[in-house]
């Protein structure tokens, strides 16, 4: 008899530590873990196997296709925005041809076991594109179907790739005489920013705010790459952890959308940059912005409406801003930059 799995690809980045962990105490998953690099050894007890492999590779997917019935794919691979940019063709290889190879596969899967596979996508707030910074001063809460017109790869990728999701779980070869009845239940999230203090950031436009805190903690020097007034949403990573968790176990007949906002804060470089001062009086945090980084930012919204996902299965952050650099961020990456020797913890 086959054994019922969740997938997830990206497996070792930001998003995936927080999910295995999560799942994985739980008890409650056997957990196929996918990615390019080798995976955090203190992940590997969560998981019934870890492949390190790429998301391109079909005869990898084929494999799994074979052996287990995957009954939910977390899908968070992907080259982030600022990688992006510097090889954009590379970049949608990845992002969306490799999320097109996931598509298949839950479709395949869907088929076997007669029932639609759960895709849970994070898509992001580059899918936006403001026309102007006076633009998204005026904007306010950005809704989903607003600005779809993003200006990086990045963004390019996610949009079409929510697309792809609503395609695969509502019009699939829908002129094949042989339709497949069971396809895709797509579930998507545009999260903001993410700040964790477990994982280092690893090429995100918006990454400035956790840079700038664990910069400071290691007693680093930090050029900020945006103006003191530049704002974009954020949260702290548990609360996306719960996010995703949240609207894979929504009731299918409660959610009236396939894509969903959700976020917490919304504070300034400015603001950022001062509670990080007040934790740490030492930082040496200067601001350099990097004016085409800063265009990208400046397209983005300063706030998003979750106002759906409220609605339709309970969102609500555990963290506002308060809360996340106080009882969060804070301690948990000064107690992690504290157990280094001092010179490792400046190298």
Known sequence: MRKEVILITGANGEIGHGLIEHLGK????NIIAIDVQPIDEALLPYCERFIQGDILDNMLLG?????????????????????????????????????????????????????????LYPSSIAAYGLLS??????????????WNTPITMYGCNKLYCEHLGRYYSYHYRQLAADQVKNTVDF?????????????????????YGPEMLHAAAQGKPYKCFVRPD?????????????????????????????????????????????????????????????????????TWPADVDDSAACRDWGWKPDYDEERAFNDYLIPSIRARYSKRPASSALN
């Open 133 to 146: 910074l006076e633009k998204k001063n005026e904007a306010g809460k950005v809704k989903e179907w607003e």
């Open 63 to 119: 494999r799994l296709v074979a052996e287990f019935d995957i009954r939910t794919i977390f899908h968070l691979a992907s080259i982030l925005s600022t990688k992006a940019e510097y090889n954009p063709e590379a970049a949608h290889k990845v992002n969306v041809e490799g999320t097109l190879n996931l598509l298949r596969l839950a479709v395949d899967q869907s088929s076997w076991q007669g029932r639609a596979v759960k895709f």
């Open 230 to 298: 530049a704002r974009l949403p954020f949260m702290v990573m548990p609360d996306a952890i719960k996010s995703l968790l949240l609207l894979e176990n929504a009731p299918k007949e409660n959610l009236k959308h396939l894509v969903y906002n959700v976020t917490s804060f919304s504070p300034t470089a400015e603001e950022i940059y001062q509670r990080v001062k007040k934790a740490f009086p030492q930082a040496d945090i200067s601001f350099e912005p990097h004016l085409a980084r800063q265009k990208i930012v400046d």
């Open 187 to 207: 579930r998507c999230l545009r999260f903001p920013g993410l700040i964790s203090s477990v994982t280092i950031p690893t090429g995100g436009t918006s990454d």
């Open 26 to 29: 739980s008890g409650e998953a």
